[in-house]
T-cell receptor, first 115, second 113 residues
Framework: SQTIHQWPATLVQPVGSPLSLECTVE??????LYWYRQAAGRGLQLLFY??????ISSEVPQNLSASRPQDRQFILSSKKLLLSDSGFYLC??????????????FGPGTRLLVL | AQSVTQLGSHVSVSEGALVLLRCNYS??????LFWYVQYPNQGLQLLLK??????LVKGINGFEAEFKKSETSFHLTKPSAHMSDAAEYFC???????????FGAGTRLTVKP
């Protein structure tokens, strides 16, 4: 069966520090991968998605970036965090070959607090 | 592009009462529709989805939703609310020619004893 991991679970970082959040998927190949952010009291904001190694689509211009160095690994990064980067970050995967009818499966999330 | 609107950011019901969470979608092509539930500090979990075929879809935990094309709606219902149903619920839409899925803003369900 497929599983998705995110780490760390919780992170407290000072403003201006770098960020690296990691997401890995097991039990599937060639998944579509997604990064979302939930700010307090708000819905899900799609940040990035990837349909293959090295292929990243950005939904919202900001100081975050994403990379996909391996088929089942998706990394969210920042060189300098802002207070507004605080939130709950969710990674998700979906079967990339089956089209829009496929479910997105979510990881447990990372709670980021920027102080 | 497709989009979803969830009416009511917060819904409160009594235990045992009917749960109705509203979702309307916009799509120029046949949509695939999903409902997810999120418990505090957790990821989203799929409740149910509509792809094709029967328009009344049954999901986990006693929830169901009906796809109504004429009303562009996909409302989520449960006949009798339990305390454990208290969570945030997200409606989402996807279409075949896009790689992403669009989520509504979410509805927080509170269940009163």
């Amino acid at each position: 069966s497929q599983t998705i991991h995110q780490w760390p679970a919780t992170l407290v970082q000072p403003v201006g520090s770098p960020l690296s959040l990691e997401c890995t998927v097991e039990g599937t190949s060639n998944p579509n991968l997604y990064w979302y952010r939930q700010a307090a009291g708000r819905g899900l904001q799609l940040l990035f998605y990837s349909v293959g190694i090295g292929q990243i689509s950005s939904e919202v211009p900001q100081n975050l970036s994403a990379s996909r160095p391996q088929d089942r690994q998706f990394i969210l990064s920042s060189k300098k965090l802002l207070l507004s980067d605080s939130g709950f970050y969710l990674c998700a995967w979906r079967n990339g070959l089956a089209g829009g009818r496929e479910t997105q499966y979510f990881g447990p999330g990372t709670r980021l607090l920027v102080l | 592009a497709q989009s979803v609107t969830q009416l009511g950011s917060h819904v409160s019901v009594s235990e045992g009462a009917l749960v109705l969470l509203r979702c309307n979608y916009s799509s120029s092509v046949p949509p695939y529709l999903f409902w997810y539930v999120q418990y505090p500090n957790q990821g989203l979990q799929l409740l149910l989805k509509y792809t094709t075929g029967a328009t009344l879809v049954k999901g986990i935990n006693g929830f169901e939703a009906e796809f109504k094309k004429s009303e562009t709606s996909f409302h989520l219902t449960k006949p009798s609310a339990h305390m454990s149903d208290a969570a945030e619920y997200f409606c989402a839409v996807s279409v075949n020619n896009n790689n992403d899925m669009r989520f509504g803003a979410g509805t927080r369900l509170t269940v009163k004893p």
